[in-house]
């Protein structure tokens, strides 16, 4: 049974940073790509990046812009996600998802991130 | 990228049929063959329904179906039960390799 369970979020001041971490369990993590996707409030659903299942390719919405960074360790079975110089419009829940036999077939739970002064 | 676009809302009676439709351009939805569908609960985790256009995951109901027509994404919910009501959201892997979603729907069931 894949399980996918996300930590780390929080408060947080705007400009600060946090890392986020996505326990993976259920499957062969080393053996699939990776997407994180997050969602503000009340707001629709936003592709934030992918990472290939060693780690040696990545991609980023546009809106990163350098500020984030997926990154992943096999021998633990966890996805990360580094984000840097956080704004306001930062504000969401951070859902990691696998690439399977689909992009996004399984998600985890979700960790909260605010940012606010 | 820009979202794709749905409409806001779309609602049927039990038992009828909707349509939802995603709009995109020749850079998503009309160049590739990775178009999914999601429903989301309120407080709860996207759910994969359709995945490469018209594929469903195993195990999900086959009152739900998809397809594509130009830059145009539709998913079809048959047979409208109490527990479709819910947002759904279309997905499209773009020409230069990122992913975009769409604006979302909220399905009611009158």
């Known amino acids: 049974q894949e399980k996918l369970v996300e930590s780390g979020g929080g408060v947080v001041q705007p400009g600060r940073s946090l890392r986020l971490s996505c326990a993976a369990s259920?499957?062969?993590?080393?053996?699939?790509?990776m997407h994180w996707v997050r969602q503000a409030p009340g707001k629709g659903l936003e592709w934030v990046a992918r990472?290939?299942?060693?780690?040696?390719?990545?991609y980023y919405g546009d809106f990163v812009k350098g500020r984030f960074t997926v990154t992943r360790d096999n021998s633990k079975n966890t996805l990360y996600l580094q984000m840097d110089s956080l704004r306001v419009e930062d504000t969401g829940f951070y859902y990691c998802?696998?690439?399977?036999?689909?992009?996004?077939?399984?998600w985890g739970q979700g960790t909260l991130v605010a940012v606010s002064s | 990228q820009s979202a794709l676009t749905q409409p806001a809302s779309v609602s049927g009676s039990p038992g009828q049929s909707i349509t939802i439709s995603c709009t995109g351009t020749s850079s998503d939805i009309g160049g590739s063959d990775s178009v999914s569908w999601f429903q989301q609960y309120p407080g709860k985790a996207p759910k994969l329904m359709i995945y490469?256009?018209?594929d469903r995951p195993s195990g999900l109901s086959n009152r739900f179906s998809g397809s594509k027509s130009g830059n145009t994404a539709s998913l079809t919910i048959s047979g409208l039960q109490a527990e479709d009501e819910a947002d759904y959201f279309c997905n499209s892997y773009t020409s230069n390799g990122l992913y975009v979603f769409g604006t979302g729907t909220k399905v009611t069931v009158l």
């Open positions: 490469d256009v018209n």
């Open positions: 998802a696998t690439r399977i036999e689909a992009d996004f077939d399984y």
């Open positions: 259920g499957f062969i993590f080393g053996s699939y790509a």
């Open positions: 990472v290939s299942y060693d780690g040696s390719y990545k």
